[in-house]
């Protein structure tokens, strides 16, 4: 069993932060033993997020832009927050931004 599974296994959701790290939810649930467990094998975790991800992914993981497509602000194709319709042909920083769950 992989490192990955085992920890999603365990109730946890781990994503990859924009700086490369890890991202685990609940943090506040983790015992000793899995932090250690994920401290031990954050690489190979890494590793096997990046192989998932899809491939028409090809943003930079450094980029904090987004498209207003890809935030729960925009409904109906307006933003709620900043009060616009949007076009949304290329991305964008937005102090508002809150991503889509999907």
Not at 27 to 32: E, G, H, K
Not at 45 to 54: G, Q, R, T, W, Y
Not at 61 to 86: A, K, M, S, V
């Amino acid at each position: 069993m992989g490192a990955l599974l085992k920890i999603q296994q365990a109730g946890f959701e781990v994503s990859l932060t924009d700086a490369g790290g890890l991202a685990i939810a609940p943090a506040s649930l983790l015992n000793d033993s899995q932090r250690a467990f994920l401290k031990q094998h954050k690489s190979e975790i890494v590793d096997e997020l990046m192989k998932a991800k899809p491939a028409n992914d090809t943003r930079d993981p450094f980029d904090d832009r987004h498209y207003c497509r890809e935030c729960q602000c925009l409904i109906n194709g307006r933003c709620i927050t900043q009060r616009f319709r949007p076009v949304d042909d290329v991305p964008r920083r937005c102090a508002d931004f809150i991503a889509t769950s999907c």
